[in-house]
């Protein structure tokens, strides 16, 4: 049984980088879309600016937490 799991080592490594890879990808795209959407409803209603800007905060930090957890699991994955 360990041996099999020492052969395949080195692919469990390339697939736990590869979805801490694909995560942070995924992050980064997901905040510059919540960015680019706030700024937009921001000209639109400049009234709303703060409020819109707290929701965007959230949301991005929630965005953050669920690619830290990601990274977090494949960095286990390579280490386990």
């Given at each position: 049984?360990?041996?099999?799991?020492?052969?395949?080592?080195?692919?469990?490594?390339?697939?736990?980088?590869?979805?801490?890879?694909?995560?942070?990808?995924?992050?980064?795209?997901?905040?510059?879309?919540?960015?680019?959407?706030?700024?937009?409803?921001i000209?639109?209603?400049?009234?709303?600016?703060?409020?819109?800007?707290?929701?965007?905060?959230?949301?991005?930090?929630?965005v953050?937490?669920?690619?830290?957890?990601?990274?977090?699991?494949?960095?286990?994955?390579?280490?386990?």
């Amino acid at each position: 049984m360990f041996g099999l799991l020492a052969a395949l080592a080195p692919v469990l490594g390339l697939g736990a980088s590869l979805g801490a890879a694909i995560a942070a990808i995924g992050a980064g795209i997901g905040i510059g879309k919540i960015g680019a959407s706030a700024m937009e409803a921001i000209a639109r209603q400049p009234e709303a600016a703060g409020d819109i800007r707290s929701n965007m905060i959230v949301i991005a930090a929630l965005v953050e937490g669920v690619a830290l957890f990601a990274v977090i699991v494949c960095a286990l994955c390579l280490f386990l």
